[in-house]
């Protein structure tokens, strides 16, 4: 079954924003006139139902996105990571604390349209990776490398060689939360500092519990991570005011991230 919780990773300092994250968490930059926190809810709501739990990891400037949440989102709980500071798998490993079973993980910097969510629950897999193949990979972008069953082997921003790029967001379903869990657990005593939430995939490929994927190839996208993908994000909705809520199974105009 498809899970019915999302965990949000809100706990950022969006320093590759620079002047705009000063005083104010990335959660909550304006984009297109809303925090971005308030299309991560919008999207977890469409994604697992409305009468589903969200879960929203915050850190810096942790006041005010809970303040944030409670007035668009007080059905949704919020935890605080106090080691924000430190790589994101700190923020997944809080968020786990909130929930047991299975959950949708999402990044808040990107802006998901609807129609990632209807095509990605309705595909099977254990863990699913939302990926594309439709836009070119720069250095910052996460790559994921499969083995040739099409099973994950390895994500990381610095694979030389790769099949597909990853769109930030993973399903995982309640059969493999507890070897999710087991894995978090194992890398986070090996590398405590420097953990990141794609290091969790490669330690389930080698406990033969590995992900998939799920191809949104054909569908537009927003990552908002400094300041000119967030105009060029913006000058794109303003041309497809449509884009974020459209199904998957109407027409798209563009592939691929903004801003890439």
């Known amino acids: 079954m498809n899970p019915r919780q999302a965990i949000i990773l809100a706990a950022g300092l969006g320093s590759r924003l620079q002047a705009l994250t000063a005083s104010l968490p990335k959660a909550l930059i304006p984009f297109m ?15 697992i139902g409305t009468d589903g739990r969200i879960v929203v990891v915050s850190g810096f400037c942790a006041d005010q996105v809970e303040r944030f949440v409670a007035d668009y989102a007080p059905e949704a709980q919020v935890v605080l990571n106090p080691d924000f500071r430190q790589a994101n798998l700190r923020s997944v490993a809080t968020g786990l604390t909130a929930l047991s079973g299975g959950f949708l993980l999402m990044n808040v910097d990107h802006v998901y349209p609807f129609a990632f969510g209807d095509r990605l629950m309705s595909a099977s897999g254990d863990v699913l990776l939302a990926v594309d193949r439709d836009r070119p990979l720069g250095g910052d972008d996460m790559k994921v490398a499969l083995d040739a069953d099409g099973s994950v ?3 990381s921003k610095q694979l030389p060689i790769w099949d597909c790029g990853y769109i930030g967001m993973t399903k995982v379903t309640d059969g493999a939360s507890e070897a999710y869990r087991a894995a978090v657990g194992t890398v986070l005593a090996a590398r405590p500092d420097t953990a990141v939430a794609e290091d969790v995939i490669a330690e389930l490929y080698v406990r033969r519990h590995s992900a998939r994927t799920c191809d949104l190839s054909g569908i537009g996208w927003v990552e908002i991570d400094n300041g000119d993908e967030l105009v060029a994000g913006e000058r794109r909705l303003a041309e497809d005011p449509g884009l974020l809520t459209r199904g998957f199974d109407a027409g798209t105009q563009r592939a691929g ?3 890439d």
């Open 153 to 155: 082997r390895m994500m």
């Open 257 to 259: 991230a903004v801003g």
């Open 33 to 47: 006139g809303r925090p971005l926190l308030g299309y991560a809810i919008d999207f977890a709501r469409h994604a």
